[in-house]
């Protein structure tokens, strides 16, 4: 049972190119998340998928794509990277409802320079 | 202004206080509330859920809601140097089931 798990692990893009972040889970949660976190703004809501099929903005969308591909996976595309999104990129899941934990993935550290 | 506030720290105690660490916020029709756990370099890891009005305790953590004052707090007793890392405070939209976090307090405590 590996929970939550993200690839890859770090990655270095220049200005301009694109990638996806790959994100899985096998604990069956229906919801999934995509965060980012900087130093001194905690996590960040990108985008969230409540099931399969439906996907919705978060807090800070901007420049990103995501993929509910099936149940359990969740993908997040930069299509032009920027510096501003030079972050760490945490995908999380749980069941949805009121007190539903969130189990978060170990993170991709994200270089645009 | 930030939906959940907390003072970024560091919290500086010695081995074997109780370290307490506060978080405020605005949306006054929030339930449930979280602490994640963060160490450096890691991903966050859940501590405590709370819904009720009062204390809840799970060994040496206590969490201590408010909702008329609209603040969360976590008590660390018997504080450990592996007790050292970012506590994120977390409340739940009722709507969307959305976490909104904090910017987190970062706790270290020395041995």
């Known amino acids: 049972n590996a929970g939550v798990t993200q690839t890859p692990k770090f990655q270095v893009l220049k200005t301009g190119q694109s990638m996806t972040l790959q994100c899985a889970q096998d604990?069956?949660?229906?919801?999934m998340y995509w965060y980012r976190q900087d130093p001194g703004m905690g996590l960040r809501l990108i985008y969230y998928?409540?099931?399969?099929?439906?996907?919705d903005k978060g807090e800070v969308p901007n420049g990103y794509n995501v993929s509910r591909l099936n149940k359990r996976e969740f993908s997040l595309r930069l299509e032009s990277a920027a510096p501003s999104q030079t972050s760490v990129y945490f995908c999380?899941?749980?069941?949805?409802?009121?007190?539903?934990?969130?189990?978060f993935g170990p993170g991709t550290r994200l270089l645009v320079l | 202004q930030k939906e959940v506030e907390q003072n970024s720290g560091p919290l500086s105690v010695p081995e074997g206080a109780i370290a307490s660490l506060n978080c405020t916020y605005s949306d006054r029709g929030s339930q449930s509330f979280f602490w994640y756990r963060q160490y450096s370099g890691k991903s966050p890891e859940l501590i405590m859920f709370?819904?009720?009005?009062g204390d809840k305790e799970d060994g040496r953590f206590t969490a201590q809601l408010n909702k008329a004052s609209q603040y969360v707090s976590l008590l660390i007793r018997d504080s450990q140097p592996s007790d050292s890392a970012t506590y994120l405070c977390?409340?739940?939209?009722?709507?969307?089931?959305?976490?909104?976090f904090g910017s987190g307090t970062r706790l270290l405590v020395r041995p």
């Open positions: 977390a409340h739940q939209e009722e709507s969307s089931y959305k976490l909104i």
């Open positions: 998928s409540a099931s399969e099929g439906t996907t």
């Open positions: 999380a899941s749980g069941e949805t409802g009121t007190g539903e934990t969130q189990y």
């Open positions: 709370i819904y009720s009005n």
């Open positions: 604990m069956n949660h229906n919801s």
